[in-house]
């Protein structure tokens, strides 16, 4: 059994949690555009920033387990159209996000050097790496598409307190 | 579910889409991408304009997406409406 929350505590603890998410979004956000430009960062800070990028990716996932969870254990045909296309897109962009990664990590020339390992370059792994780099972006995308209202309500809150 | 139990499906489905992805390497088109000369140029960072210009295409790709998507559901929200408030739909015995 749970114990009731007061409303204020409960609405508190939801401005701390949008909070909380919104945070971490932006930093995954610019994390992931550092990682996608190799041309910028450099190979070596774009292995480094490939494999950091995941405490943020598991921790969006993480606050979001409840969401996973229910939509998962619902009967598909229960779930309404927008969601039900949700559950199968971001399983996509999970799987597309593990691809890219260890598709990079079979061609590193820094990470896995750096700790010891030598791989050779291999042309099939920087096809995969390249394809689902270029995936991820599209998949990455729709995901924002699919919350700008979220997103553009937090903009809108944000710029406002910044005039009051 | 618990973080704890989230964090070990999480695992458990990481370990298996790695193991997929690597059994990728073995198939036949694999060899036949290996055979052939990469002609991908990876390299270091580079330097002035050119290195800005490496943001351009992740913010772009995901710009025009992001935009798309929101037309085409903006699109769809539109119809869903025009169809809900269509005389034909609020016609009596129907």
Redesign the interface.
Known sequence: MTAAVPPAESGARKVNQTRRNWLLDVALLIVFMLVSAPITTGITLHEWLGLIIFVPVLYHLLWHWKWVVGVFTQATRKLPGQTKFAKWFNLGLFVMIIVAGVSGLMMSEALLPALGWQVAPDNFWLTVHKVSATLMMFLIGVHLALHWRWVANQLRRKQSKGAS | ?K?WN??VV?LV??VL??LF??A??YLP???S??A???Q?A?????QGA??????V???L??????????LV?NMSNAWQRRRKTSPLDTAPGR
Not at chain 2, 42 to 46: K, T
Not at chain 2, 61 to 70: E, N, Q, R
């Open positions: 579910m973080n989230a964090g999480l489905a990481t889409i790695s992805t690597l990728l390497g088109v694999a060899e991408l290996r052939m000369q990469s991908a990876r390299g270091g960072a580079s050119l290195s800005i210009v490496g943001l295409k992740p913010l790709l995901m710009g025009a997406f992001a935009g798309m998507t929101l559901v």
